[in-house]
């Protein structure tokens, strides 16, 4: 979502065997209208917007890389562009920092770094979770604050401090919990569970809650709250 709660980013992707990343879309939630943001070519996949409307997503090519693209169509920028793979890109709502997933040093794990790449932290490994082995971390997101960020880690949805230390499971490892997305008062997380949008409470023992069934968009809550996106088939 960008700032105005009416325009959404997306990808249009291909699942055919393996995923390839296709275009950026820049779709108005009120008028149903779209146009390109890149080309169909572009490889691209996981759009994240930042406060600013500066858009990164993940290069579909290896080694993946994060790159930032403006919403005029200007000049694509590499972002992230190591020997590593970088993938899961997300901008921060409150400052120029992004929370991305890379294996550099030969272990995947989450990191944070500044927008201009100046200085980076590695925040969470699959240690930290008392996994054994490699564990696969997708989807994070910084907390609306930026203090926090939620991601999955293995099949859980998992909250760590943005400057590291201890992660706190949200989610039971009994069930595949997919694409975490915060509301703005950072009280609840959204995800999906198969084909169910669920949300359950930051912080608090009550069970998740079931918001929709029959979706299979990964959802992202709009800056305001008030709409979170899925797809019902």
């Not at 858009?55 to 790159?67: E, F, M, N, S, T």
């Not at 400052?95 to 500044?114: H, I, K, M, N, T």
């Not at 009994?174 to 975490?180: K, V």
């Not at 669920?198 to 979706?215: C, D, F, H, R, Y």
């Amino acid at each position: 979502w960008l700032v105005d709660d009416r325009h959404i980013v997306a990808d249009t992707t291909d699942f055919v065997g393996v995923f390839n990343g296709g275009a950026l879309h820049l779709i108005d939630s009120e008028s149903n209208s779209s146009w390109p943001l890149t080309a169909s070519n572009a490889e691209a996949a996981y759009p994240s917007v930042g406060p600013d409307g500066r858009i990164i997503y993940v290069r579909q090519h290896a080694p993946y890389d994060l790159v930032e693209t403006p919403l005029d169509g200007g000049p694509r920028r590499e972002v992230r562009a190591t020997d590593w793979p970088e993938s899961f890109g997300s901008w921060s709502r409150v400052a120029d920092e992004l929370v991305y997933v890379s294996s550099r040093g030969g272990q995947p794990a989450l990191w944070v770094s500044s927008g201009g790449g100046s200085w980076q932290r590695r925040i969470v490994t699959a240690k930290d979770l008392s996994e054994a082995g490699d564990v696969s971390f997708r989807s994070p997101e910084f907390s609306p604050d930026g203090k926090r960020v939620a991601y999955i880690g293995g099949r859980q949805i998992w909250i760590s401090p943005a400057s590291g230390g201890r992660p706190i499971a949200v989610t039971s490892p009994e069930q595949q919990a997919i694409t975490p997305t915060w509301c703005a008062d950072g009280k609840w997380i959204a995800y999906r569970l198969g084909d169910v949008l669920m949300k359950v409470q930051v912080g608090g023992s009550a069970p998740a809650m079931k918001i929709l069934e029959g979706t299979n968009l990964s959802p992202a809550w709009s800056p305001d709250g008030k709409w979170i996106t899925a797809s019902i088939e």
